[in-house]
């Protein structure tokens, strides 16, 4: 199939860590290169954020990366790109005209909204993953949400548009059915895993205490990260090692990594936190493997893939009763689950991991046969490709462009 891919503020190429690049930027750019390794021709259309980027780069896993002109050449907060969709919309427009795909797949809702407003009046079927619901986040930001004012209204109007949405898990579905519902259905199909990076086998960095707590991801305050440095109040000889954010010679000067500093001075435990700054993917694995356990503690999230990559690698992850985690984290079998907000209870948690071996093998040695048998990008991007098929064949669509003469 030729498929569309809308990203427009979490390109494939970026650098993941910084404030807007996460688990979005890791599934698009997997989802698009195993799908291309299974034969389908893959384009990402993400909005240029440098004007010295090419138009077209053929990213690491043989997809195409489209960089759509909409709004000024600069990064820009993704909650700020809102004024920029109709642009952004003309020329995704201007491409499926030329040269249409057999189905758009949009991540994000303000993606979902160019490509709808883009390939509808062409007859081109849209997919969305939401990724993030704007009902969530302003349930736990409140007057801290900085998302534009039109999102829940926006959301709600793609749920009568979309032909599918593709949710990550059951807890979207079940949010989606109080906010909508879809018009067209969800299925859900959670993200994936790089079992070939991620592994229990390998090296693993050497640690400087007895005990030593992993989290990786954004250093954003809903992220909960305070709570990880403030639960080592409770734990004696462990260090905690945080990788996110800018790359070490920028640490001093972010807002977010000088609060979690200013955070584990105000602890006493300044000299067991270290932040690593920005840490590549391909290196990752080892500094996994080194933890007695992957703490992810988020106040909210849609899933979260940092735990995954853990399990595959043989790590219990240790993460928030909360979203998706729920659902790939299952409690007391692959990992261990904790109230959101409570650093007490997760220092509880993590000291009866340390004082268990049995279970912390336990827990690793099932975490890694789930995510192999379940996460795998194989796995995940064939499911994804079969709802494709299934929104490509239905019978009114079908017969809507047989009427309109086809594309």
């Given at each position: ?6 990203s427009?503020?979490?390109?494939p ?20 290169a ?7 021709r ?9 004007p010295g ?5 053929l ?5 195409l990366?489209?960089?759509v002109?909409?709004g000024?050449p ?11 969709m109709?642009d952004?919309?003309?020329?995704l427009a201007?491409?499926?005209?030329r040269?249409?795909p ?12 160019a490509?709808v407003?883009a390939?509808?009046?062409?007859g ?17 930001q409140?007057?801290?949400d ?7 209204d ?5 749920l ?8 990550t898990?059951?807890?979207e ?11 067209k259905?969800?299925?859900?199909i959670?993200c994936?895993?790089d ?9 693993a ?17 809903r ?9 080592l109040?409770?734990l ?6 945080i990788a996110?954010?800018?790359g070490r010679?920028?640490l ?20 067991r ?13 080892q ?21 995954l ?5 043989g790590v219990?992850?240790?993460v ?11 409690d ?13 209870r ?20 099932a975490?890694?046969?789930r995510?192999?048998?379940v996460?795998g990008?194989?796995r995940?991007?064939a ?13 009114d669509?079908?017969r ?8």
């Open positions: 199939m030729k498929v569309a891919m809308v427009e503020h979490a390109s190429l970026a650098v993941v860590g910084g404030a807007d690049a996460g688990g979005q930027n890791v599934h698009v750019a997997a989802l698009a195993e799908l291309v390794r299974q034969g389908h893959v384009v990402v259309h993400t909005r240029r954020d440098d980027l090419p138009p077209r780069v990213g690491g896993g043989g997809a990366v489209d960089h002109d909409a000024p600069v990064p820009v907060p993704k909650d700020e790109l809102r004024p920029y109709d952004f919309a003309a020329v201007q491409r499926w005209r040269d249409p057999d189905i758009v797949h949009a991540h994000f809702w303000m993606s979902a909204l490509s407003r390939a509808q009046p062409l081109i079927p849209v997919v969305v993953t939401f990724h993030a619901l704007g009902t969530v986040k302003q349930r736990h409140g007057e801290a900085t998302s534009p004012p039109d999102r829940l926006v959301e709600r109007w793609l009568g548009k979309v032909d599918r949405v593709i949710a898990c059951w807890d579905v079940a949010e989606l059915d109080r906010f909508g519902p879809p018009a259905g969800a299925t859900v959670p994936g895993v079992l070939a990076l991620f592994r229990p086998d390998g090296p960095d050497a640690r400087r205490a007895g005990h030593r707590v992993v989290v990786v991801g954004r250093l954003v305050e992220k909960g990260v305070a709570d990880v440095i403030k639960a109040t409770w004696p000889d462990t260090e905690l090692l996110g954010g800018p010679d920028e001093h000067g972010d807002p977010d990594v000088l609060r979690l500093m200013a955070a584990a001075e105000g602890c006493g435990v300044s000299q936190v270290r932040f690593l700054g920005r840490v590549c993917r391909s290196e990752l694995p500094l996994l493997r080194s933890a007695d356990a992957v703490v992810n503690v988020p106040y909210y999230e849609p899933f979260g893939m940092v735990p990559e853990a399990m595959a690698c219990p992850p240790v928030s009763a909360v979203g998706g985690l729920r659902e790939s984290v299952v007391g079998e692959t990992g261990l689950h904790v109230p959101p907000g409570e650093p007490r997760l220092a509880d948690t993590l000291g009866a991991l340390f004082a268990d071996p049995a279970l912390a093998r336990r827990l690793g040695e975490g890694a046969r995510a192999g048998a996460y990008w194989p995940v991007a499911r994804t490709a079969a709802v494709y098929q299934q929104v490509v064949d239905e019978p669509r079908a809507s462009l047989t009427g309109a003469g086809g594309r």
